[in-house]
């Protein structure tokens, strides 16, 4: 039974107050310097500061007791710390949990937590609101792209899941959200920015405290980006491929058209420390008739040659409207079978969160249409008034 938790985060900051939840140290030195501190005292601050919101998951600056009651005083003035709204919190039968964050108005991002991935479970963050790429087996691809995220609202997206599963401080054993993936709505490379200064707040030691080893981003091939991804943050590469040949894959990831796949490896190969420890993860949706064959499957070993890497098999998620199905899954268990004898790793994953429109390629802000829909009724009327004038 699908769960639907009413645990809606309102914003109660007062206008003109700043939310420091998320800042990196560098942007909350220069709030503390704006507030008047010198550069020594303020950066002494900003990672006191740091340390209550991302170390403790503090909400409060009346709890940050090494820091004097007058300046306390000044950041409840000018600043707070509490968490963007939750605008809607669903909870699967299989454990998946689905936040839908609003970030101001119009502004909505999703993001997925995931028990029993990665070393217990992960978090899937999303890096934009909507998407440019319009992968036609993806449901987030049908929502234009709104804006990118900030590093801040990436990182939000951490403290909120965090503080669901009560896991404060950072250096609580048994953790059960202890990977990132970046791969949630939207292209992260088209985000880089962000994307590099949210991974350095969230692999800080004194902060959130998850690795770099931990946190994966996924593209759908913006090539010339990738090498600069893993000098900028040192984080594991996933390649959203889906289709062996260039026919195909402009088919299901048009951005390939710009991209080929020739192009795409030849940027996987100079990825910064690939070998067996830090391998690629290639992500491969079944979809059943179109790239399901098991000559794909020897065409992706061809491929793969000379990579460090693994192959993630994603049972395709049905959304609704959705063109494609599922493979058997004999064939994706004989698709399994080619890659495992050819030496790489291939597990098939399993789909989480269907209940919810949580699953790999679900993802998409309901609120969008609901938007849309309620300005057409708007314009509608308007024009209807102006009709009867």
Same mark, same amino acid.
């Given at each position: 039974?699908?769960?639907?938790?009413?645990?809606?985060?309102?914003?109660?900051?007062?206008?003109?107050?700043?939310?420091?939840?998320?800042?990196?140290?560098?942007?909350?030195?220069?709030?503390?310097?704006?507030?008047?501190?010198?550069?020594?005292?303020?950066?002494?601050?900003?990672?006191?500061?740091?340390?209550?919101?991302?170390?403790?998951?503090?909400?409060?600056?009346?709890?940050?007791?090494?820091?004097?009651?007058?300046?306390?005083?000044?950041?409840?003035?000018?600043?707070?710390?509490?968490?963007?709204?939750?605008?809607?919190?669903?909870?699967?039968?299989?454990?998946?949990?689905?936040?839908?964050?609003?970030?101001?108005?119009?502004?909505?991002?999703?993001?997925?937590?995931?028990?029993?991935?990665?070393?217990?479970?992960?978090?899937?963050?999303?890096?934009?609101?909507?998407?440019?790429?319009?992968?036609?087996?993806?449901?987030?691809?049908?929502?234009?792209?709104?804006?990118?995220?900030?590093?801040?609202?990436?990182?939000?997206?951490?403290?909120?899941?965090?503080?669901?599963?009560?896991?404060?401080?950072?250096?609580?054993?048994?953790?059960?959200?202890?990977?990132?993936?970046?791969?949630?709505?939207?292209?992260?490379?088209?985000?880089? %920015?962000?994307? *590099? @200064? #949210?991974? &350095?707040?969230?692999?800080?030691?004194? +902060?959130?405290?998850?690795?770099?080893?931990? /946190?994966?981003?996924?593209?759908?091939?913006?090539?010339?980006?990738?090498?600069?991804?893993?000098?900028?943050?040192?984080?594991?590469?996933?390649?959203?491929?889906?289709?062996?040949?260039?026919?195909?894959?402009?088919?299901?990831?048009?951005?390939?058209?710009?991209?080929?796949?020739?192009?795409?490896?030849?940027?996987?190969?100079?990825?910064?420390?690939?070998?067996?420890?830090?391998?690629?993860?290639?992500?491969?949706?079944?979809?059943?008739?179109?790239? %399901?064959?098991? *000559? @794909? #499957?020897? &065409?992706?070993?061809?491929?793969?040659? +000379?990579?460090?890497?693994?192959?993630?098999? /994603?049972?395709?998620?049905?959304?609704?409207?959705?063109?494609?199905?599922?493979?058997?899954?004999?064939?994706?268990?004989?698709?399994?079978?080619?890659?495992?004898?050819?030496?790489?790793?291939?597990?098939?994953?399993?789909?989480?969160?269907?209940?919810?429109?949580?699953?790999?390629?679900?993802?998409?802000?309901?609120?969008?249409?609901?938007?849309?829909?309620?300005?057409?009724?708007?314009?509608?009327?308007?024009?209807?008034?102006?009709?009867?004038?």
């Amino acid at each position: 039974m699908t769960v639907t938790l009413d645990l809606s985060r309102r914003n109660n900051a007062l206008p003109g107050k700043k939310r420091l939840t998320g800042l990196s140290v560098p942007a909350l030195k220069k709030e503390m310097e704006a507030l008047g501190l010198e550069p020594k005292a303020a950066n002494m601050r900003a990672r006191q500061i740091r340390r209550w919101i991302h170390h403790f998951g503090a909400t409060d600056f009346a709890a940050m007791t090494d820091i004097a009651k007058d300046l306390r005083a000044q950041l409840a003035e000018r600043f707070e710390v509490e968490r963007p709204e939750t605008a809607d919190h669903q909870v699967s039968r299989d454990g998946t949990q689905k936040w839908l964050t609003r970030y101001a108005p119009g502004i909505e991002g999703e993001s997925v937590y995931i028990p029993d991935v990665g070393k217990a479970g992960a978090l899937c963050v999303s890096s934009q609101v909507g998407c440019t790429l319009n992968c036609t087996f993806c449901h987030t691809g049908t929502q234009a792209l709104v804006r990118n995220l900030t590093a801040q609202e990436i990182v939000q997206q951490v403290i909120i899941a965090r503080d669901a599963l009560s896991e404060w401080p950072s250096s609580i054993e048994e953790r059960r959200l202890t990977n990132i993936v970046f791969m949630g709505m939207g292209e992260p490379l088209y985000n880089l %920015d962000n994307v *590099a @200064e #949210a991974i &350095d707040t969230i692999s800080d030691g004194d +902060g959130i405290s998850i690795g770099r080893r931990r /946190i994966t981003v996924s593209t759908a091939g913006v090539a010339p980006k990738i090498p600069e991804l893993g000098a900028r943050t040192g984080a594991m590469l996933a390649i959203s491929l889906h289709a062996t040949n260039d026919d195909l894959r402009n088919e299901l990831v048009p951005l390939n058209r710009k991209y080929d796949i020739q192009t795409l490896f030849e940027a996987i190969r100079a990825y910064p420390d690939l070998g067996n420890s830090k391998r690629v993860t290639f992500e491969y949706v079944m979809l059943k008739g179109v790239n %399901d064959t098991l *000559a @794909e #499957a020897r &065409d992706l070993v061809k491929l793969m040659k +000379g990579v460090p890497s693994k192959i993630n098999l /994603i049972p395709f998620n049905p959304w609704p409207g959705s063109p494609y199905e599922c493979s058997d899954w004999e064939t994706i268990e004989a698709f399994a079978e080619v890659l495992n004898r050819a030496g790489f790793a291939s597990p098939i994953r399993t789909p989480r969160g269907r209940d919810i429109l949580a699953a790999c390629g679900q993802l998409r802000s309901e609120s969008v249409k609901v938007r849309a829909s309620e300005l057409r009724k708007q314009q509608l009327a308007a024009e209807d008034s102006k009709g009867q004038t």
